[in-house]
């Protein structure tokens, strides 16, 4: 790639004469000026069609009134700037969401990109070893765009030939502490272009309240809280099994209970039915009316619970069989949400050998064989280790809430995940700050997701209850 220049041998030569440096002159080659001139006006001419071509309303903003002012007087290209500003003026105080849509996420982008990112991204590439310098010459990836949201900086790189997604994942402190952002995102664009996202701020500080019971009866998606980007998080139950892994005090209750309450219209509609199994006997407990006789606390009543599910799984298996291969919720088959508080008390702490086999197989049996007859697990714990949950990989979509170690980050969702910005070990202990927070990684995709699950309180549970309990155990 790069050629060796004359004078490259002189480190090779070595003096015998003490005292004396060796002198050695590198031979001179002189450019012809026309080829400079050329040179010259060729960079001008294509930065000036760039700038064109990438900012055409700019563009039009400063030559218009200039070119107006040159042909008819200043008077003239003075009413033309004056009276679009006066016009645009009040547009921010009465539509700030299609100003910022239209105008001011660009606007800020272009400030962001001129004052943080071009200023610093020679010695941040260069410091963080992203970049190199060879022979005086800096070879840098290079900036194609800056765009703003509400809440962070979406920086498009096209990187340096050779490299790869994983020399940025490494360094994603280096860029976050480089451009003052609190973290940094890696996603691939596309082929040599990756998407870096800074955060400005945290839209997900405020603690969410429990969303309100949905009118439509669906199976899901279900609507459990809020995305980073102001999205709603919709959980897929249906058709899939999710893992929720999280320290204590993380908010696993609110994930659960906010799919509960997101399903509840189709339990009452008799096409979803909800399996709890709770052995802390502090969790579903609360909404105990809600499962009726399908709701185990103990671990020998857990086993038989995870054992009958098994049983209808296979029966309605053995129907299907050769007839349909995925499952469409009806009223004499609906879907089975089984919902486990703190698995590993009953595959891992277990000290009844004969009890962990039996839950331990049932589980594996379910995780392997439920999804297309319409059964799904919703397993929480708190120690993600492999010796404590033998089949988490068995779970296509999974949810780390604040973990104690970033080793941990990459047990739940998977190898590259911490490095591509889940940092699920740095969520904030302090219940209103951190619980419910979480970062997704779906089956369908390898690049973890932020958001928040709403807080369903205990004054919401027991409205749950008085509402529903007595029209689901009918």
């Known amino acids: 790639m790069f050629k060796k220049l004359p004078g490259d041998e002189a480190r090779t030569l070595v003096t015998t004469t003490p005292d004396t440096a060796v002198v050695f002159r590198p031979a001179v080659v002189r450019t012809p000026a026309i080829v400079t001139i050329t040179i010259f006006l060729w960079r001008l001419l294509a930065g000036v069609v760039r700038l064109l071509w990438r900012h055409p309303i700019a563009v039009a903003v400063l030559a ?39 105008m001011g996420w660009r606007l800020l982008a272009w400030w962001r990109l001129v004052w943080v990112y071009r200023r610093h991204w020679q010695p941040v590439m260069i410091v963080s070893g992203l970049g190199r310098n060879l022979r005086g010459r800096d070879y840098l990836p290079r900036i194609v765009r800056v765009t703003c949201t509400s809440w962070a900086d979406l920086v498009t790189v096209k990187m340096i030939s050779g490299q790869s997604v994983k020399d940025w994942t490494d360094r994603i402190e280096h860029l976050a502490h480089g451009f003052g952002a609190t973290s940094c995102r890696v996603t691939v664009a596309r082929s040599g272009r990756l998407l870096l996202a800074f955060p400005r701020r945290d839209p997900l500080a405020t603690p969410l309240p429990a969303l309100p019971i949905p009118e439509v009866v669906s199976v899901g998606p279900v609507e459990i809280g809020r995305c980073e980007d102001g999205t709603p998080w919709r959980l897929k139950v249906h058709g899939t099994h999710v893992l929720v892994a999280g320290a204590t005090g993380a908010g696993k209750g609110s994930i659960i209970w906010s799919t509960i309450r997101g399903l509840l219209p189709a339990v009452r509609a008799g096409l979803v039915q909800v399996w709890a199994l709770d052995p802390k006997r ?51 088959d609906p879907f089975v949400l089984v919902v486990v508080d703190e698995v590993a008390f009953l595959t891992a702490y277990q000290s009844d050998k004969g009890l962990k086999l039996r839950i331990s197989a049932a589980l594996a049996t379910l995780t392997t064989q439920g999804r297309a007859v319409g059964f799904g697990v919703m397993a929480a714990l708190q120690d993600p280790r492999k010796e404590v949950m033998n089949v988490r990989n068995l779970f296509p979509d999974k949810i780390a809430l604040r973990l104690d170690e970033s080793e941990q980050v990459d047990m739940v969702l998977g190898d590259g995940a911490r490095d591509r910005g889940a940092l699920a070990d740095h969520i904030s202990p302090v219940p209103e700050q951190g619980a419910g927070i979480g970062y997704i990684r779906l089956e369908t995709s390898p690049d973890p997701i932020r958001a928040r699950a709403g807080y369903v309180s205990d004054a919401d549970i027991r409205a749950m209850v008085a509402d529903f309990a007595k029209e689901v155990n009918q």
């Open 64 to 102: 218009v009134p200039t070119v107006l002012g040159v042909l008819y007087g200043w008077r003239l290209a003075l009413v033309v700037v004056t009276v679009p500003l006066s016009l645009l003026a009040p547009w921010p105080f009465f539509d700030r969401a299609s100003f910022n849509r239209w």
């Open 282 to 332: 502090m969790e579903l407990s609360f909404g105990r009316d809600l499962f009726g006789d399908r709701y185990a606390a103990s671990p020998a009543a857990c086993a038989d619970l995870l054992e009958a599910a098994v049983t209808v799984m296979q029966e309605r298996a053995d129907r299907f069989a050769g007839l349909q291969r995925s499952h469409t919720p009806t009223v004499e």
